[in-house]
Each structure stands twice: as structure tokens, then as C-alpha cells.
């Protein structure tokens, strides 16, 4: 398949090759690390495995060699521009990667790049489809309208019972066309048979982890509302235990907020037991090397993978009773669900976690695996993504409606 000529913006990386299924072209702002672009990849990879080819549009980023090394094609394209004149161009080049490389499927994956998505699809008769991925917050009716076009596919998949309740409540959406599709832990990687040893003893070298005390883990990238300054809180009530806490995420040039975080290990008296750390390249490890995981998020998240990772590796998590959390954890089984915000009660979580017997520990092991093995793989993923995608081929041509 030749490659089109694409117009100022787009960036051609390597021609796609020739597949006998169908052409899908994903669209998302950018590459960077995160759930969206996770499931991105993940589904790029689903798509060839399963005889298509895997095209994404996106403003690039650290992802684009994990599509490579799948063999997808990336196209780097303004995508992330909320400035209405680019967004305009990027219709016109999206139209020519869809009638160059002949796509069948577009599935578009935030909102700037939807409504340029929409618009192409529309004018080429191309298929239309959405990811739902949070509970995009509105304030007034124009951003509402901003926000609709998530939930104007032909079918429109919903991250979580979460997110799909949202959609239902504030969108006009036909119930027949939304799709539950939580995401999928890549259960290769975050398996506790395949996390060795030296991986764990080099990851407590580089930490310079004491021997003997236990680990809080609290993965995700500083900003406010992923709630490190209500962990912080809450360990000023654990003055009689003696542990480590580990904080790993970029700032992404929050450095503000991350001073914040700073002073406030200072005035809490936790310097030299809680470690900020911009990132962390073997997050199994890290998880297996926790005595329990931590997901503070003070606005619900749509799925929340951090609940999911730690579980797979039969980690106790201690998460905000909100959002997709509430789906994952079986309370007081695999984990431990707080008022989101309340410092104390996340405190008398990481007690109860921290307190558990070896018996008490194993059982909640066990159970958490299952859990996400039979309810949260990637496998099972990508296989209701691609019957979803299956199911729109199927059908005939698309006539969509703008909902308000």
C-alpha cells in the first residue's frame, strides 16, 4: 500500500504494509505514557495479530517505538491543538490518510482529535468509533458540547460501568450502540512468576531501600488530583510505624506541585521516609516489592490501571471508593476502599494492609490475581475491541447525528 501525500503537520514514518483485514487508524493527542495510549498500543497490536493493519495519528511522544517494534504505522499530526483553525487543517489531513491508505474504522480517543476525526469520517464515509476514557467534567453547556463528541460513534465504548453511567446520564447516546470494555493488564508482564529476584534486589539497590521495613508504593504522575498530598496527610498518622514510601511519577513540569509535595514531607516530618522519584522503568518490580499499593485520586477515575497492575501481582491496594476502583477491588478481599479526600480514613486503610496476617495476606494474593485474570486482561481487551470493530464493518454506511 502506497503511502498518501499528506499535507504541512503529518510526518510519514514508514509505509503501511499490505493486510488482508481491515485498515483501523486510531487518533489521540499524543504518545505519551498513560491508560489512553496503553490501550492504544495494545490494540494496535490486537489489530495486526489478527490480520489488519494498525494505523495511529498523533503528535508522537516516548510510544511511538513500542508501535514500531508492532509493526504499526504512526503518523505525527497536530492532534493535541484545541485552537479551532488547526484543528480545521487537521480534518484535510486526515481525509487524505483515510482515502490514501483506504481505512475502513477510525476510533477516536480524546476530544480535539475526535471532532477532526468526525469531520473526515464523515466526508469519506469512513466507520466512526469512540472511547469513552473519563468523566470529562462540564461546567457550562458549551463545554458539554465539546465533550459530546465522545459519545457520537456508531458505537461508543465506555472504560468502566463508571464511565458508561456517566455517558447514559449526560449524553443522548442509544443505550444499543454503548459498550462496556474495561482495560486490560498485560498479564505476561505483570505476572509474579515472571518478576526475578535480581530485578526486585536491583530496584531496592537503586531505591536504597532498608532491609526488613515495609514498602507503601503510590504510582502515577504528580498532579493534584491524583491525591499525594492526602497520602502525605494520611502518614502523619502513622507516627508508630516504621516503613518507606516510594511516590514514582513524573512532574511533566509540574514543579510547582512538586515543591508543594516537598514541604509538605518536611512539615509532616516524613523526610527520610517518603522518596519522590520521577519514574520507575520496571513497575512490576516495584509493585512486587510493595506491602501495598495506593490510588488516592480525589476525582474518580475511569478505570484506575494502577488498582488493576497491583492486583495482578497480588498486591493489597488501598484506593478511593470512587470511580472505576470500586469495580476492581473487592473490598476488604483484594483491598481496602476510603472516602476519597480523607486522609484519616486512608490512614486506617494502610493499617489494616500493612496489618495483615501471612494467612490473611496469601488469601488476599490469591483472590486479587483471579480477580483481574478472569475481568481485567488485555486479552480480553482487545478481543471485545475487535468484535466491536467487527460488529460496525458489519453494518452499513454510517448516518450520525451531532448530539447536544
Known amino acids: 500500500m502506497s503511502a498518501p501525500e499528506v499535507s504541512t503537520g503529518v510526518t510519514q ?140 460513534g456508531e458505537r461508543v465504548i465506555a472504560i468502566s460501568d463508571f464511565i458508561a453511567e456517566h455517558v447514559r446520564s449526560n449524553y443522548k447516546v442509544d443505550p444499543k450502540m454503548l459498550r462496556v470494555i474495561h482495560r486490560g493488564v498485560d498479564l505476561a508482564r505483570f505476572d509474579p512468576d515472571r518478576v526475578s529476584a535480581e530485578r526486585m534486589i536491583q530496584l531496592t539497590t537503586r531505591w536504597r531501600l532498608p532491609d526488613g521495613l515495609p514498602l507503601i508504593l503510590m504510582p502515577g504522575r504528580l498532579t493534584r488530583w491524583k491525591g499525594q498530598a492526602v497520602l502525605l496527610e494520611a502518614l502523619s498518622y502513622l507516627r508508630d510505624i516504621d516503613y518507606r514510601c516510594v511516590l514514582v511519577g513524573s512532574d511533566q513540569g509540574r514543579t510547582a506541585y512538586r515543591r508543594e509535595l ?46 488493576g497492575e497491583a492486583q495482578a501481582l497480588g498486591r493489597p491496594v488501598v484506593a478511593s471508593d470512587h470511580g472505576g476502583a470500586r469495580e476492581q477491588l473487592l473490598a476488604e478481599r483484594t483491598g481496602f476502599l476510603f472516602p476519597s479526600g480523607d486522609a484519616a480514613a486512608l490512614a486506617a486503610g494502610l493499617r489494616k494492609a500493612l496489618g495483615l496476617s501471612p494467612e490473611a495476606r496469601a488469601r488476599l494474593h490469591d483472590e486479587a490475581i483471579a480477580r483481574v485474570r478472569q475481568s481485567f486482561s488485555k486479552e480480553q481487551m482487545c478481543a471485545k475491541t475487535l468484535a466491536v470493530y467487527k460488529e460496525v464493518l458489519r453494518s452499513g454506511a454510517w448516518a450520525p447525528g451531532a448530539h447536544p
Open 262 to 307: 516537598e514541604e509538605l514531607i518536611n512539615r509532616h516530618g516524613l523526610a527520610g521516609k517518603v522518596l519522590l522519584l520521577d519514574e520507575c522503568n520496571d513497575m512490576p518490580a516495584a509493585y512486587m516489592l510493595s506491602d501495598v499499593v495506593v490510588s488516592a485520586s480525589t476525582d474518580p477515575e475511569g478505570f484506575g490501571r494502577i488498582v
Open 13 to 152: 514514518i514508514e509505509s503501511a504494509t499490505a493486510a488482508q483485514g481491515p485498515v483501523v487508524l486510531q487518533v489521540l493527542p499524543a504518545l505519551v505514557t498513560g491508560g489512553a495510549e496503553r490501550g492504544t498500543v495494545d490494540i494496535a497490536g490486537a489489530i495486526i495479530a489478527d490480520g489488519g493493519t494498525a494505523i495511529v495519528a498523533s503528535e508522537g511522544g516516548p510510544m511511538e517505538n513500542d508501535l514500531k517494534r508492532l509493526g504499526a504505522l504512526h503518523l505525527k499530526m497536530p492532534l493535541a491543538s484545541k485552537n479551532p483553525l488547526v484543528m480545521r487543517r487537521n480534518v484535510a489531513r486526515l481525509v487524505k490518510v483515510i482515502e490514501g491508505y483506504k481505512v475502513d474504522l477510525v476510533h477516536a480517543r480524546s476530544r480535539a482529535p475526535a471532532w477532526s476525526a468526525r469531520a473526515a469520517a464523515r466526508q469519506t464515509g469512513c466507520h466512526f468509533v469512540t472511547t469513552f476514557h473519563a468523566p470529562y467534567n462540564f461546567s457550562n453547556a458549551l463545554k458539554k458540547r465539546y465533550n459530546a463528541v465522545m459519545a457520537d
